[in-house]
C-alpha cells in the first residue's frame, strides 16, 4: 500500500501547494487553499486507471517522429441530429473527443443532451449517466418529452471509476455524464464538486475518451459570475467548450463556443425552449429584429457575422439632453470604449458635437457584438435619435468607421447583403468596398455605397 500523500490545493485556480499558506501565489487569492488527501500519488492513479483500460493504445509512447509522417485515421464526424449543434461543434460529434456543456441552472443541458443521446441511439450505441437526477425523473422527461428511447442506455452513478468500467462493458460511441461536479474519484478523499474531485473527474474521464476513442459529453455548472465552476481547470482539459445561455427572453438559448479544437470558435446555434423540450431556429435572425410596426427614431438593423454565419440584429440608440454637468455613456451589447471614439470621429469630422447629451445604446435580444461592423448603423442610429427623425425599418447598414472618418470594407460583405435580401430588407448602407461592382442592386435591395462619415450625415 502506498504511502498517503497530502497537498494544499487552491479552490479557486485549483494549484497545488505542499504546505499551507494564506494567499494563493498563482491567483492571488486569500483564505482559498485546503488541504486534501490523496490515497496514491498522481503517478500511482494514472498507472492503475491505464491499467483499467488495457487494451487500448496508450497516448504517451515515448516515441518520436515526423508531424508529415504521423498517421491520421480518417475521422468521420457523427452528427448529432440537429444542425444548429452540429454547427457549434464544428461538424458534428469528433470520436474520442471531449466537450464540455456549460450553462446555469435551468438553462437546458440535461434536456438537450438527453434529445440529442435519443436521436442518436438510432444510429450507435449511447450511454447516458445521471448523478443528480434519479433515474425514473429523467425517464418521465423522456415520455413526456415523446423520444425514442428504446435503445439508450442509462446508469446512475457518480463514482468515475465506476462509470469507467461501466462503459468499457456498454462500449457506447457516445458517453455523457450529467454532471462533473457530482462526479467523484475514489482515491481523493475531498466532497464531490471541490477542485481537486472536478480535476481528477475531468482528467480521468479525458484520458478515458482519448483512449477508448468514445466521445464524451460532460455537464458544468457554472458560478454566480458566470463562469464554470471548478475554474479553467476544465476548460484546459476538455477539447471543446460550449455554453448554454439564455438571454433576456427565456424562450431562446443560445449555444456559443468558447473553446473548439475541431473548429472555428464563435460559432452560435440557436435553440427554443418549448413544452415539448428545445427545438433547433434555423432562421435566428428573425427573432433578433423588432418586429414592431411603428418606427422609432434611434433604431437600425445590422448585420454581425458570427463565426461563419451572419446574424440580423437590432441597434437602438437614446440620445437625450443630460440633466447633469456629467453626460452618461452606456453601451448594452456594444464596446463602450468604442462608442467613445465614434463620437469624437462624429464630432471631428462631421462636426456634430453631442457633448452635452446622455448617449446610450442596446443591441435587441441579449445578442453580444463584438468587432468593428456595427459603427455605421450606430452613428446612423445615433443620428436618427438626436435629430428625431426615423430611419425606415426596412433598411440595414453595417461598415467600420476609421479615425479619419473614412468608411472600412467588412469581411464577408456580401453574405452579409444576401443574408438581408432574404430577410426582406429594401436598403442597404454599406462601406464603397462592400458594395458589389457595376450594379446598384442586390436582388430586390437598392446598395447606398458610403466613403466617409459625412456622407452618412447627409443621409439622415
Ligand atoms: P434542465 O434541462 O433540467 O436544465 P439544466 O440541466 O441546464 O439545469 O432544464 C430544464 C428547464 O427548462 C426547466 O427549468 C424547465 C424547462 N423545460 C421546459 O420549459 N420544457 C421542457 O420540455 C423541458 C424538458 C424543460
Ligand atoms: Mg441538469
Redesign the pocket.
Known amino acids: 500500500m502506498a504511502k498517503a500523500k497530502t497537498a494544499f490545493v487552491c479552490t479557486n485556480c485549483g494549484a497545488e501547494y505542499s504546505r499551507w499558506q494564506g494567499q494563493c501565489r498563482q491567483c492571488g487569492e486569500w483564505n482559498s487553499i485546503e488541504e486534501v488527501h490523496y490515497s496514491s500519488s498522481g503517478a500511482e492513479r494514472t498507472v492503475t486507471r491505464a491499467a483499467s483500460l488495457s487494451g487500448f493504445a496508450g497516448l504517451a509512447d515515448g516515441k518520436v517522429e515526423n508531424l508529415s509522417a504521423v498517421k491520421i485515421a480518417q475521422t468521420v464526424r457523427m452528427p448529432t441530429g440537429y444542425s444548429e449543434f452540429d454547427r457549434v461543434l464544428g461538424g458534428g460529434i469528433v470520436p474520442g473527443s471531449v466537450v464540455l456543456i456549460g450553462?446555469?441552472?435551468?438553462?437546458?443541458?440535461?434536456?438537450?443532451l438527453?434529445q440529442t443521446v435519443c436521436k442518436l441511439s438510432a444510429q450507435t450505441r449511447v450511454l447516458y449517466i445521471t448523478g443528480?437526477?434519479s433515474l425514473e425523473q429523467v425517464a418521465i422527461?423522456a415520455q413526456?418529452?415523446a423520444l425514442p428511447t428504446e435503445r439508450v442506455r442509462i446508469g446512475a452513478e457518480t463514482s468515475i471509476d465506476n462509470i469507467i468500467s461501466i462503459a468499457l462493458q456498454e462500449q457506447p460511441a457516445v458517453l455523457v455524464v450529467?454532471?462533473i461536479q457530482v462526479m467523484h474519484v475514489n482515491d481523493v478523499d475531498s466532497a464531490p464538486g471541490a477542485v481537486t474531485q472536478v480535476r481528477e473527474s475531468a482528467a480521468a474521464l479525458t484520458q478515458f475518451a482519448k483512449r477508448s476513442g468514445i466521445a464524451v459529453f460532460l455537464?458544468g455548472h457554472v458560478t454566480k459570475e458566470g463562469s464554470l465552476a471548478g475554474p479553467k481547470i476544465l476548460e484546459h482539459c476538455v477539447d471543446c467548450s460550449v455554453m448554454?445561455e439564455a438571454g433576456n427572453d427565456m424562450r431562446f438559448r443560445t449555444l456559443r463556443c468558447h473553446k473548439n479544437r475541431f473548429g472555428a470558435v464563435n460559432e452560435i446555434g440557436v435553440f427554443a425552449?418549448?413544452?415539448?423540450?428545445?427545438h433547433e431556429i434555423k432562421n435566428p435572425s428573425a427573432i433578433f429584429l423588432n418586429r414592431q410596426e411603428k418606427v422609432a427614431p434611434g433604431s437600425l438593423a445590422t448585420c454581425v457575422w458570427e463565426g461563419t454565419r451572419p446574424l440580423l440584429v437590432e441597434l437602438q440608440c437614446l440620445v437625450d439632453l443630460s440633466q447633469f454637468g456629467n453626460p452618461r455613456r452606456l453601451s448594452l451589447g456594444t464596446d463602450g470604449a468604442r462608442l467613445s471614439m465614434l463620437l469624437s470621429v462624429l464630432h471631428r469630422h462631421a462636426g456634430i458635437q453631442l457633448a452635452d447629451q446622455d448617449v446610450f445604446v442596446n443591441v435587441v435580444g441579449g445578442v453580444k457584438i463584438d468587432g468593428t461592423s456595427a459603427d455605421v448603423p450606430l452613428i446612423l442610429a445615433l443620428l436618427s435619435s438626436f435629430t428625431e427623425r426615423p430611419i425606415e425599418r426596412t433598411t440595414i447598414a453595417f461598415g467600420e468607421i476609421g479615425l479619419t472618418g473614412e468608411i472600412r470594407p467588412v469581411q464577408s460583405g456580401l453574405e452579409r447583403l444576401n443574408e438581408a435580401e432574404k430577410q426582406g430588407f429594401m436598403r442597404a448602407i454599406v462601406p464603397f468596398d462592400n458594395a458589389p461592382r457595376n450594379t446598384t442592386k442586390v436582388g430586390n435591395m437598392e446598395i447606398v455605397p458610403v466613403r466617409n462619415i459625412q456622407e452618412l450625415v447627409d443621409l439622415v
Open positions: 450553462g446555469n441552472p435551468g438553462a437546458g443541458k440535461s434536456t438537450l438527453l443528480e437526477e422527461r413526456r418529452l450529467d454532471s455537464v448554454l425552449m418549448t413544452d415539448k423540450g428545445l
